[in-house]
Structures are given as structure tokens and as C-alpha cells.
């Protein structure tokens, strides 16, 4: 592909138009809109959407634009409480987004009230995830995420809470940051660590129409390291910090500790202690894993909701993360990262919903994406050398091949 691709105004421009003005993306939770006047915004590229709850408690979606003189009308999350006023000559709309006032009415000429309600743009929920499209003769959210949601169902999402959410600007084309999580090659270069816990030879790709999955192997080390055994792999998972699979391990009845040694009781390996300490947890929960395979209930399966959606998908607990342009700048884009955990009903009233943070750009936000994001900006840098026209992909980055076709779909019907 060429270099062009990842620094082109141009091509940046036209994806303004025909990518994200006609595709459905996520704009929020159902649960960041718990009232009616609840509002929260959603940026992508220039343009700014709105998503209200009504006074009848409808979740609408409508281009956050004055319709006097184009003013923003909100920004970041909040409530309104009775209507939205536009804060620059305070024409107002009640919650359902029909004109409710314009001060000073007589100076302008007759217009029909209806021709003045706030722009609609379509939005659906699946799963209490809300969804934007701002073409207003999409086809359905549940047409556009087939066959996704099947494949998703059983880990029932609707169930679980967010527990982290955090914004970060990044100095790269968007396309270079999806890039950057569409594939297990570089996990040898950047996340060495995850190569004691991961098999990144023997992961599997699919494509699902427009999206695309990964499904890598855990609780077992990469063939590439000269050391593969198990006990590689139960000692970095015995590591305070291995995360989600380390955290279940270490609760599994076989584990042991003695004298700095980590070791697995009997010798069961490891994959089937995850396995069974996982199933155990779910059921001593009330969560319902019955929908599950045990590959799902070990395994990192990963999914790309096509175009700026990626998610680490495992029972009982998920990490998505969003890519979305800037406003003005072909290189640069924002990356929104969010947790969510099926919590027990007495660990979600202990633990107050997760604050939004928005951070600095350089600001640690985890140990594997800290390390994403000291090697992307790089690449976005590398996209201007004149030592280089275009870059080449293996079988193994075949889902970064297939977002870059599935976009041109968009951009030139091909
Ligand atoms: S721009 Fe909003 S009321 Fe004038
Ligand atoms: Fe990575």
C-alpha cells in the first residue's frame, strides 16, 4: 500500500465524506444518558453529534448545530433540564429536539417552526451501546454489525459495567493507530512480555464481512522463544501485573507459592486451571458462560468492528478501544480506551461508575498500549520518508489488508 495512504489531505478529506459520514460507529453508552435532558457529544473528524435522551426517555442523535447561526450547542457530556439553549441568542429546542423559542421572533420573517427542529442523525443501541450513522438512509445497526453481534452474544455485554475509560490524542493518521491492532506480528517487537503468555504463531484470522476477528491461543508460550515450557508461562503469570489471565491463575485452586517457585498443584496444565477457575467464578457469580466455548473462555478473541472499533474480548471481562480523526489534522486522531468487567451486584454498589479521563498525549495508560504508542508515532513519521513508497503486508497482517480493501469500497467503489 502506499505511504500516501497515511499522509494524504486529500484522501483524508474524501474518508470525511465517504467513510465517516456513512458508516455506524459507537458513540456512547446507554448509561451515560441516565435522565431524560441527559446529552453526551460525539467528535469524529469535523463533524459533532448530539445524543439527547428525551423527556419520553427515546435516546435521539442529532448534528450539534444551531440552526440559527450555527453555534456548538453542547459540548462533552451533561444534562440539560427542561430544553437546549443555544448559549450564543439562546434559540431554544425542548428535548426532543423541535423549536421551542426564538427570542425576538417578530424580527425575522414567518418560518415554519418544523423546518427549524435540531438535524436529526440515526441512532440505534444493541447491547446498551449506542450508535451514530449520519446517513440518514443506512441500513440497519444490527444489518451493518451482522455477523458480529452473533458471535457476541453469548458473552452477554449488556451485562457488564465499564470500569476505565480514558481519551488520548496521538500524533498519527487514524489508520496507522487501527493498523496497529490488527495484527500479532508485532508482538515480538513491542509487547515481548506477551510471548511467555500468548501463542502468537499459531493465532487465527477471519474475515466477517466488513469486520474481522483474531483468536490467540492463551495460558501458552509463542514456539518462538527458545523456552516454551509451561513453567515459562506460569511464571509470568504469577507475576503481580500479568493481568486478567495472570488475576485468574492466581486464584485457581492448583496454584502454588513456595519460596519465590510458582507452580501448578499436580502438574494440570495451565490452560485447563484457567479454565476451570474461570467456569468456577462465573457460575459462584450467577454469570451465565453456559454460551461459551472453553476456547472463548481462555482464549484472547480479538474482533475490529470496521472502521474504528477494536475489542479483547474474554469471559466476563472486555477492552475496546475507539480511533477517531481530529478535526482538522490528516495526522493526528484520538484514541478512547474503555474496561468493562461483569461485576457481581454488591461489587457495582461498592464501586462508583468510572469517570471519564481525558489525558495528555504520552500519559501511561497501560503496560500494552504504552508500548503500541511508542512505536506508532514512529511509524506516522516513517509514511514522509522519501526512502519509502509503500508498505508491504505477510499473511499474518491479512486483517489490516482487509480494513485498507473494505475502505476503498467506500472511497472509490472498488
Ligand atoms: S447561533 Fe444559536 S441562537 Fe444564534
Ligand atoms: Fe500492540
Not at 486529500?10 to 448509561?31: G, I
Not at 484470522?205 to 466488513?210: I, K
Not at 509463542?222 to 486464584?251: C, M, N, T, W, Y
Not at 475502505?407 to 467503489?413: A, H, I, K, S, V
Amino acid at each position: 500500500m502506499p505511504t500516501e495512504r497515511y499522509i494524504s489531505e486529500e484522501l483524508w478529506r474524501l474518508e470525511q465524506n465517504q467513510v465517516w459520514k456513512r458508516v455506524w460507529q459507537w458513540a456512547c453508552l446507554e448509561e451515560d444518558l441516565p435522565n431524560p435532558g441527559s446529552y453526551v457529544e460525539y467528535q469524529v473528524g469535523d463533524q459533532s453529534v448530539l445524543v439527547l435522551r428525551g423527556d419520553d426517555g427515546v435516546v435521539r442523535a442529532f448534528h450539534n448545530v444551531c440552526q440559527h447561526r450555527g453555534n456548538r450547542l453542547r459540548s462533552g457530556t451533561g444534562t440539560a433540564r427542561e430544553d437546549i439553549a443555544c448559549p450564543y441568542h439562546r434559540w431554544t429546542w425542548d428535548l426532543r429536539g423541535d423549536l421551542k423559542h426564538v427570542p425576538d421572533r417578530d424580527g425575522f420573517p414567518d418560518f415554519d417552526d418544523a423546518c427549524f427542529s435540531l438535524n436529526s442523525v440515526r441512532c440505534e443501541i444493541w447491547e446498551g451501546f449506542v450508535f451514530v450513522n449520519l446517513d440518514s438512509k443506512a441500513e440497519s445497526l444490527l444489518d451493518y454489525l451482522s455477523p458480529l453481534t452473533e458471535r457476541l452474544a453469548p458473552y452477554h455485554f449488556g451485562e457488564h459495567t465499564r470500569t476505565r475509560s480514558v481519551t488520548m490524542p496521538l500524533a498519527a493518521n487514524w489508520k496507522t493507530i487501527v493498523d496497529g491492532f490488527l495484527d500479532v506480528y508485532h508482538l515480538q517487537g513491542v509487547h515481548p512480555q506477551l510471548l511467555k503468555v500468548l501463542d502468537d504463531v499459531n493465532t487465527t484470522y477471519e474475515l466477517l464481512g466488513r469486520h474481522s476477528a483474531m483468536y490467540m491461543p492463551m495460558g501458552v508460550a509463542s514456539p518462538r522463544l527458545r523456552d516454551h515450557s509451561e513453567q515459562v508461562v506460569i511464571d509470568e503469570l504469577a507475576r503481580a501485573g500479568s493481568g486478567f489471565h495472570g488475576k485468574l491463575l492466581r486464584q485457581s485452586e492448583y496454584f502454588m507459592e513456595e519460596g519465590g517457585k510458582a507452580s501448578l498443584r499436580d502438574g494440570v496444565p495451565v490452560r485447563q486451571a484457567l479454565l476451570e477457575v474461570g467456569r468456577i467464578e462465573g457460575e459462584a457469580q450467577g454469570r451465565d458462560y453456559s454460551g461459551l466455548s472453553d476456547e472463548q473462555m481462555v482464549d484472547d478473541h480479538h474482533y475490529f468492528l470496521f472502521p474504528n472499533t477494536v475489542c479483547n474480548v474474554y469471559a466476563g471481562h472486555f477492552i475496546t478501544a475507539r480511533i477517531r480523526p481530529d478535526a482538522t489534522d490528516a495526522e493526528r486522531c484520538y484514541f478512547d480506551m474503555f474496561i468493562f468487567n461483569w461485576l457481581s451486584d454488591e461489587e457495582r454498589s461498592e464501586r462508583r461508575a468510572a469517570r471519564h479521563a481525558a489525558v495528555d498525549e504520552g500519559t501511561e495508560v497501560g503496560r500494552v498500549p504504552d508500548q503500541d504508542f511508542s512505536a506508532l508515532p514512529n511509524v506516522q513519521l516513517g509514511m514522509h520518508s522519501d526512502g519509502l513508497e509503500s508498505i508491504l503486508l505477510s499473511e499474518q497482517e491479512i486483517r489490516v489488508l482487509h480494513f485498507h480493501q473494505v475502505l476503498d469500497q467506500l472511497l472509490f467503489g472498488e
